[in-house]
């Protein structure tokens, strides 16, 4: 079955470094989406991106974030200088079909903690 | 503005047991989609269902069941029978028309089913 993979599992950085957290979407999906989850509380959105570019994003997605899709198969979370609130695990999705309908297929996440 | 609330934080129940999961919505949007996740302790995402709000027929997967009912924004979640391997956090989202793909999630349900 197919399915979204990330990595890494867990990455441990230190407050202020760049992290690049990468997914492959499973391959004939359109749509690819960046959630993260602090640890304990909900499941909040982050961006979502099609045909090359964002789509949308939510307050969170300031601009130390940036996504990127830079070969046709890996979709890329950057965070440019990394804050201890960052630590939570991101999650990767994907989905086909149109916009509005269909599930999210997620990844398993990337643990980013921030020390 | 869209919202979920899922206002038990946390379930314990005895194996065999039934249990009802709450999800409660805000949306002014017409046309909308409402989503359970299971996250296991592995911590990965998985979808259970989707439901447009054009449907309101209630749907049954084996031990599982969902009630929708537009009148009292509600779409709850039945596991009939549960299993110590139900034991999980599970997730209600919506995702509306009108703001694009995102799903908002409630903040969750942990229940445990204890042997």
């Known amino acids: 079955e197919p399915e979204v993979t990330q990595t890494p599992s867990h990455q441990v950085t230190q407050m202020g470094q760049e992290v690049i957290l990468r997914c492959v979407p499973i391959?004939?999906?359109?749509?690819f989406y960046w959630y993260r989850q602090i640890l304990g509380q909900k499941v909040e959105f982050l961006v979502s991106f099609y045909n090359n570019e964002i789509s949308e994003k939510s307050e969170i997605f300031d601009d130390q974030f940036s996504v990127e899709r830079p070969d046709g198969s890996n979709f890329t979370l950057k965070i440019r200088s990394t804050k201890l609130e960052d630590s939570a695990m991101y999650f990767c999705?994907?989905?086909?079909?149109?916009?509005?309908?269909?599930?999210?297929?997620f990844g398993e996440g990337s643990r980013l903690t921030v020390l | 503005a869209q919202k979920v609330t899922q206002a038990q934080t946390e379930i314990s129940v005895v194996e065999k047991e039934d249990v009802t999961l709450d999800c409660v919505y805000e949306t002014r949007d017409t046309t909308y989609y409402l989503f359970w996740y299971k996250q296991p302790p592995s911590g990965e995402l998985v979808f259970l269902i989707r439901r447009n709000s054009f449907d309101e027929q209630n749907e049954i997967s084996g031990r599982y069941s969902w009630n929708f009912q537009k009148s009292t924004s509600s779409f709850n979640f039945t596991i009939t029978a549960s299993q110590v391997v139900d034991s999980a956090v599970y997730f209600c989202?919506?995702?509306?028309?009108?703001?694009?793909?995102?799903?908002?999630f409630g903040e969750g349900t942990q229940l445990t089913v204890n042997p």
């Open positions: 999705a994907s989905k086909g079909g149109r916009r509005y309908t269909g599930e999210l297929f």
């Open positions: 391959s004939n999906h359109l749509y």
């Open positions: 989202a919506l995702s509306e028309e009108t703001s694009g793909s995102r799903l908002t």
